[in-house]
DNA sequence: ATAATTGCAAATTTTTTGCAGGTTC
DNA sequence: GAACCTGCAAAAAATTTGCAATTAT
């Protein structure tokens, strides 16, 4: 919880009931979305609107905070700022695992005439539960 | 356009003039969205409503005609299903390039414990023009 | 004390749906 | 001619906005 106060303090936000709320939740899930976030953060303070979720979903990723992952057919998720890492998606069960790049995949993507800042990377397919 | 009207057929789809107008539309831009897809559309067709965008986006990608592209903080966008390849996307300009996965990118993402099916990669970084 | 944030309700935007008439095969 | 598709208008869903009251620093 602390570390959630620290967190947003540290990217010149205010340290909110609701924003360390929506942090905690989106932190125990790895990767949700702004309905899930809702029903989750409902429980403990069911005052918290669906607005305060949207308009703090809009500034904390402008402010680094959290990073969203959009997603086929679906709602983007959300998950917190980290090192940078490709998603293992499972098409069976849904589940999503953060793996390293690993600096050997770095190197394959470095192409000619394009000057690379950032990489957004999914694997789909079974995770190991559900071959 | 006669391409069009194939490749609806080759896939279980009637070969209306909405669907071959929508194709060609999505072909000439590479990667659009819903909203340019009818700004485009109306051109031609000026009584072709949204609700048949929405509807056929649906029903091609079903049948495996269109690829959704799923953007950060904008709308999807849908190019034509071809074969695997990545995305370079210009942050300066917005343009969208395809490139081809090397074998050797692939080979680094074979990952222990998880069975691969497919894969989406987005580079973002600067294309030529921009640099 | 000040500036920012919240929750509510209302507005707006986006997407889906139902159905009568028209089109494709 | 049967099944499917379209366009319209209406409905539903998702997101944004304005503002008075509250809260963080």
Do not use: W
């Not at 929506?22 to 899930?29: E, N, T, V």
């Not at 090192?83 to 499972?90: D, G, K, N, P």
Request: proline letters at 2%.
């Amino acid at each position: 919880m602390t570390n959630y106060i620290t967190l947003l303090k540290d990217n010149d936000l205010k340290a909110t009931i609701q924003r360390t709320s929506i942090l905690q939740s989106i932190d125990k899930a790895g990767h949700i979305n702004v309905d899930d976030i809702y029903e989750d953060v409902k429980k403990q303070y069911p005052t918290l609107s669906l607005a305060t979720i949207y308009k703090n979903i809009i500034v904390m990723q402008e402010n680094n905070v959290i990073v969203e992952v959009p997603m086929n057919g679906e709602k983007s998720k959300y998950e917190l700022k980290k090192e940078e890492h490709m998603h293992l998606i499972c098409e069976n069960c849904g589940y999503i695992m953060d793996t390293e790049i690993t600096s050997k995949t770095k190197e394959t993507l470095i192409i000619e005439n394009f000057q690379l800042q950032s990489s957004q990377i999914n694997l789909f397919g079974l995770c190991q539960k559900c071959q």
